[in-house]
């Protein structure tokens, strides 16, 4: 098997305050493929910005690492220097935020900006990095790129300003492109042309993407694989078909119950999640979706559940009664705790 591009390992996030230390991102561990795309989905608070950020090494205190490997192609980007990290960041790694704005400097000509993307990575000269520059923006989807390069950010619309961004984003032809909520902020209809856009600059380079996203219809769209976050941990991994069709973790099938299907039956009720994500440093004991679950049995408070693998690369679900999802058990009958 070839190295994977990115591989998380056992990835934990702690910070300080007064009563003492939390730990919002706990033991996290994943592998991406390269030219993978990869769905990280989850109500607000689970960690999803955090396991980005820890990735770029944009922890700041009184947050930090505190335990974990973050291996880009087998080197463990912890142990780089700021110097040699800044140069993967915006280089092998480049991020897309959801507000375009704080990208961009405000006072500096979008020219300007991406001109200076294009050579902090590669020596050209800047004539070569300009024409280099309204390539990008013209694949970025921007109309009219060569006349409109001389704009500032704040004569761009939302939509238009993301694309720059994403121009920005793939000045340096990075090998995995990760997108916190880089749609959220957009209209509908903008947001599908972003999406679409992504999917065919990440096919065409053969680069990965990490996709961050509280819609998982957006998810099914884009991605090959889809992550849920719960309470700081990966609680499930799936191809994304399979995922939409048959989810293992009981919070897996919580938050697709809770999306409007477009297949739905017109008078089905939109169901929410009883309750509220919990918080870091009161994540409730065993498996932490437990009081909300409705499958739970007893062990599922006592004991953190088991990583059960559910039949293909890297897919598993972290549920005590995934052995029994999987095999098809209606769990109306699972009353007994599992020995
Ligand atoms: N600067 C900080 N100081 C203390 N705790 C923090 C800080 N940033 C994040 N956290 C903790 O990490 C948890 C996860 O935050 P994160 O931003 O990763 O959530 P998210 O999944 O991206 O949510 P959202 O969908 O709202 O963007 C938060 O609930 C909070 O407890
Ligand atoms: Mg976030």
Not at 186 to 193: F, I, M, P
Not at 285 to 291: K, N
Not at 320 to 325: F, P, T, V
Request: proline share 7%.
């Amino acid at each position: 098997m070839s190295v994977p591009l990115l591989s998380v390992r056992g990835l934990s996030v702690a910070f300080r305050d007064r009563r003492g230390e939390t730990l919002p991102l706990r033991e996290v561990s994943f592998d991406l493929r390269a030219g993978q795309r990869l769905a990280l989905v989850g109500e607000s608070g689970s960690g999803k910005s955090l396991t980005a950020f820890a990735i770029m090494r944009l922890i700041r205190p009184p947050g930090r690492i505190a335990s974990g490997e973050i291996l880009l192609e087998g080197r463990d980007l912890l142990g780089l220097s700021a110097r040699q990290m800044a140069a993967v960041r915006g280089g092998e790694i480049a991020m897309i935020y959801q507000n375009p704005l704080s990208a961009m400097n405000p006072v500096q000509t979008i020219a300007h900006q991406l001109v200076e993307a294009i050579r902090r990575h590669s020596a050209v000269s800047k004539d070569a990095a300009r024409r280099r520059a309204i390539d990008l923006l013209g694949e970025a989807g921007v109309p009219d790129a060569a006349s409109r390069i001389g704009s500032y950010p704040h004569q761009f619309s939302g939509g238009m300003l993301q694309r720059v961004v994403i121009a920005m984003a793939l000045a340096a032809d990075p090998k995995l492109l990760i997108a916190d909520e880089a749609t959220t902020a957009l209209d509908v209809t903008t947001q599908a042309r972003i999406v679409d856009l992504l999917a065919r600059i990440v096919d065409d380079r053969g680069a990965a993407i990490m996709f961050i996203t509280h819609d998982l219809g957006v998810a099914a769209a884009l991605c090959d694989d889809v992550q849920v976050m719960y309470a700081g941990r990966i609680v499930e991994r799936a191809e994304a078909r399979r995922f939409y069709e048959h989810p293992i973790h009981p919070y897996s099938e919580a938050l697709l119950e809770a999306v409007c299907r477009l297949d739905a039956e017109p008078d089905r009720r939109l169901t929410a999640i009883p309750g509220n994500p919990p918080l870091a440093g009161a994540f409730p004991s065993g498996c932490a979706f437990h009081p909300r679950c409705p499958h739970a049995v007893p062990i599922c408070a006592e004991q953190a559940p088991p990583r059960v693998p559910t039949g293909g690369p890297g897919w598993f679900a972290e549920c005590h009664l995934g052995r029994e999802r999987l095999d098809g058990l209606t769990l109306a009958d699972a009353k007994e705790p599992l020995p």
